[in-house]
């Protein structure tokens, strides 16, 4: 059964940092591609962030390019998620998701709630 457990999330102001940490179990890491989805109250989830299972490559929305790093540690079977320059707008829970499509929405984490005040 695979399991995805997330971590890092929690109150910051505007312009500060975050890193969510996600560690997958259940299944190969290597070989899975990883990413970050978030919900805002009201809204539908969306994409943040995504990376590529054996390329390495990754992908961002365009709201949050330039701000936030996308990475993975295959030792570790962990994928990061480095937020710089937070806004009130990146108010939301955030989603960790795996699986072989892309963007990976096969798998779920509970989600960490990220509030970033003005």
């Known amino acids: 059964q695979v399991q995805l457990v997330e971590s890092g999330g929690g109150l910051v102001q505007a312009g500060g940092s975050l890193r969510l940490s996600c560690v997958m179990s259940?299944?190969?890491?290597?070989?899975?591609?990883m990413g970050w989805f978030r919900q805002a109250p009201g809204k539908e989830r969306e994409f943040v962030a995504g990376?590529?299972?054996?390329?390495?490559?990754?992908e961002y929305a365009d709201s949050v390019k330039g701000r936030f790093t996308i990475s993975r540690d295959n030792a570790k079977i962990t994928v990061l998620l480095q937020m710089n320059s937070l806004k009130p707008e990146d108010t939301a829970v955030y989603y960790c998701?795996?699986?072989?499509?892309?963007?990976?929405?096969?798998?779920w984490g509970q989600g960490t709630q990220v509030t970033v005040s003005s």
């Open positions: 998701a795996a699986g072989t499509a892309w963007p990976p929405n096969t798998y």
């Open positions: 990376i590529k299972r054996l390329s390495g490559s990754t």
């Open positions: 259940g299944r190969t890491f290597w070989n899975t591609n």
